[in-house]
């Protein structure tokens, strides 16, 4: 998109896009979920999309994502994202539908929901935000909560025999066939923001093409539920989940868009 000079003879490289609206949000300092909404809405605004779009949040964190996103959401029960983004897509085919949904949302209450909607190849975009934790709610350990990792139902930190392993449910559903592209991403520097932001429009493109679920994971901080600062959720996030949940494609096309 070519942007106009401004006066004081800057080129002007930044701007809101028209997708995002006035509303100040409510995410603690240092959260992922205002880039990852920037980035997405940024997409759909410069593809010209917006009146074609609709998004879908459930329950948790994005639980108020349709007060800063203009263009029409739909709000969906705890975990039932996928479903109903699946309803809108089958009734409006023509429309782009994506579900917003957080670990604790799409990972553990919802994971029947997303795993049937991956494995039935629905024609729509999941972005799936992990940060470990059940963020909105104080802060308790989520099916992706590392081993070790202390949280307030975990304050000795997670240990197998109770909870199990950490679940990397994105290494499941690129398993599947119905799964068209799957990757994971993250939002915590300006270069891994071009990442998925490249991700994103890929997505909406296939998409697109119907060519079936696309299915971005986002691995995000959560400098609240963490009890850090921003800068130290980012080193954080860099030396223990990473580790866990590598970033890159993990699924891409066999074939060449046409």
């Known amino acids: ?89 089958r009734v409006l085919p023509d429309r782009v539908v994506f579900s917003y949904q957080g670990d604790g949302d799409l990972a553990a209450i919802g994971t029947a929901e997303t795993i049937h909607t991956v494995n039935r190849g629905e024609n729509i975009l999941m972005l799936f935000i992990n940060n470990g934790v059940y963020g909105m709610t104080g802060g308790q350990m989520a099916p ?3 081993l070790g990792m202390k949280t307030t139902t975990s304050p000795y930190g997670r240990e197998t025999s109770l909870a199990g392993y950490p679940l990397k449910i994105t290494e499941l559903l690129a398993q599947l066939p119905g799964s068209y592209y799957v990757t994971r991403q993250a939002a915590h520097t300006a270069a891994a923001v071009r990442k998925l932001k490249k991700a994103v429009q ?45 970033l890159g494609d993990l699924k891409t096309p066999a074939q060449p868009m046409n």
């Open 1 to 89: 998109m070519d942007l106009p000079p401004i006066t004081n003879g800057f080129e002007l490289v930044y701007q809101k896009p028209q997708t995002l609206t006035e509303t100040p949000m409510h995410y603690c300092p240092g959260c992922g979920h205002g880039v990852v909404h920037r980035v997405l809405m940024e997409v759909i605004d410069e593809m010209g999309l917006q009146d074609r779009t609709i998004g879908v949040a459930p329950v948790g964190c994005s639980v108020f994502a349709y007060e800063y996103m203009n263009i029409d959401v739909q709000e969906a029960a705890h975990g039932r994202a996928s479903a109903v983004a699946t309803g809108i897509k």
């Open 144 to 146: 992706t909560t590392l």
């Open 202 to 246: 890929l997505s909406l493109q296939y998409q697109l093409l119907n060519k079936g679920t696309c299915f971005i994971e986002v691995v995000s901080n959560c400098p609240s539920g963490w009890k850090m600062t921003p800068t130290e959720s980012n080193k954080w996030l860099e030396a223990n989940m990473f580790p866990i949940y590598p």
